[in-house]
């Protein structure tokens, strides 16, 4: 007899897909190797991702209730059972509308709480801001007193000053960009 080149997936078999061993996870680690493992051999297969599960909402309570329940002796026996589910399910819907209400207080709460922590930082970026100016503004005081210092020492040389002062901003303003830690304020004068 010849031999059949038929595929079949059981194991010990020729033909079919290989036979894998089976492992069987011991930790929820390595339960989520295999997993990612299994996913990875062929990775242009769409991975399986749940959708997000409903909500449950309760069911909503009767427009119009036929059987009324009240205290005459003619009740059976059954109408109790009837009356207990009715009550356990009103009890589940007034919990579900409660726990929606907190919910929303809390979304409103934590909004609140975000737009207070963003004014928050903007006024301590508005008054760090403002300090920066107030520094800015002190070096600027400096360079000018530096300048006018100058001019007053070399009046006699009206050209070499009007270039020596150009020459002077453009130097001070490369130091100012270059060295962070210039001193805003003048000590003294030499």
């Known amino acids: 007899m010849a031999a059949h080149t038929q595929k079949n997936n059981k194991p010990g078999k020729p033909g079919g897909k290989e036979a894998q061993p089976l492992i ?7 339960e989520q ?3 990612l493992e299994r996913l990875m051999r062929n990775p242009d297969k769409p991975a399986p991702i749940p959708d997000r599960p ?4 309760p069911r909503a ?4 209730v036929r059987d009324v ?6 009740a059976g026996s059954g109408e109790f059972h009837v009356y207990r589910h009715l009550r356990r399910r009103e009890y589940q819907r007034q919990d579900f509308l409660d726990k929606i209400a907190d919910k929303l207080d809390e979304d409103d709460h934590y909004l609140e709480k975000v737009e207070q922590n963003k004014k928050a930082a903007d006024e301590r970026t508005a008054k760090r801001r403002k300090k920066r100016e107030k ?8 360079k000018k007193a530096k300048l006018e210092s100058k001019n007053k020492k070399g009046d006699g040389d009206a050209e070499k000053s009007t270039d020596s002062s150009e020459e002077d901003e453009e130097e001070g303003e490369r130091e100012a960009d270059d060295d962070a830690e210039a001193p805003s304020f003048i000590m003294g004068r030499k």
């Open 24 to 30: 069987i996870a011991k930790t929820p680690a390595e």
């Open 33 to 35: 190797r295999l997993k």
């Open 135 to 142: 520094l800015k503004q002190k070096k600027e005081m400096a």
């Open 61 to 64: 309570p009767p427009e119009f």
């Open 54 to 57: 409903k909500e449950w909402n």
């Open 69 to 74: 329940m009240g205290s005459s002796a003619g």
